[in-house]
T-cell receptor, first 113, second 114 residues
Framework: AQSVTQLGSHVSVSEGALVLLRCNYS??????LFWYVQYPNQGLQLLLK??????LVKGINGFEAEFKKSETSFHLTKPSAHMSDAAEYFC???????????FGDGTTLTVKP | EPEVTQTPSHQVTQMGQEVILRCVPI?????FYWYRQILGQKVEFLVS????????KSEIFDDQFSVERPDGSNFTLKIRSTKLEDSAMYFC????????????FGPGTRLLVL
């Protein structure tokens, strides 16, 4: 079984501030972890993923995430928020056996000027 | 860059009617998926499909739902008799392989059942 918990349904930051979106997962086998971004009325765009290897992964638009097995976490960060980062962000977990992805509830990121 | 496409982008239907949502996965991908997202809620897995058969389905995917790959390119989701609660965004996704491989999502079809 696998599950994802995203802490904080809404996060608000000022432009230029650090973005931190939290994701904790549960998986009975080694997980594969993903962050997706969804802009209003659009589909899901992959930001980054962790499968194996380096635990700090870099994605598009300046985002990165670190896989911490001991904390069962995969938090998404960006050093400096931009207005265009305002969107819904979803963390998802899969594994080699599951095939399907299980998504968290999502976090709405608001960026204030 | 190859992408997953979905048609129509929007569909409005009357309760009890049948709808077919269409998807064209990325051409060399072998695994296909349908997910749905009720407005304001999270993305939920419906079904996965491989080698012309369902490999996994969720409890949401009841007898009212069916999937088909009628030719070499299309992947369809049929809802036989729509209910109000079927109103949602439906996403198709495809991947080269299971799990590790990234699932590429289409833009979605917004279904509204009246």
């Amino acid at each position: 079984a696998q599950s994802v918990t995203q802490l904080g349904s809404h996060v608000s930051v000022s432009e230029g501030a650090l973005v931190l979106l939290r994701c904790n997962y549960s998986s009975s086998v080694p997980p594969y972890l993903f962050w997706y971004v969804q802009y209003p009325n659009q589909g899901l765009q992959l930001l980054l993923k962790y499968t194996t290897g380096a635990t700090l992964v870099k994605g598009i638009n300046g985002f990165e995430a670190e896989f911490k097995k001991s904390e069962t976490s995969f938090h998404l960060t960006k050093p400096s928020a931009h207005m265009s980062d305002a969107a819904e962000y979803f963390c998802a977990v899969s594994n080699a056996n599951a095939g399907k992805s299980t998504f968290g509830d999502g976090t709405t990121l608001t960026v204030k000027p | 860059e190859p992408e997953v496409t979905q048609t129509p982008s929007h569909q409005v239907t009357q309760m009890g009617q049948e709808v077919i949502l269409r998807c064209v996965p990325i051409s060399n991908h072998l695994y296909f998926y349908w997910y749905r997202q009720i407005l304001g809620q999270k993305v939920e897995f419906l079904v996965s499909f491989y080698n012309n058969e369902i490999s996994e389905k969720s409890e949401i995917f009841d007898d009212q739902f069916s999937v088909e790959r009628p030719d070499g390119s299309n992947f369809t989701l049929k809802i036989r008799s729509t209910k109000l609660e079927d109103s949602a965004m439906y996403f198709c996704a495809s991947s080269e392989d299971r799990g590790q491989e990234t699932q590429y999502f289409g833009p979605g079809t917004r279904l509204l059942v009246l």
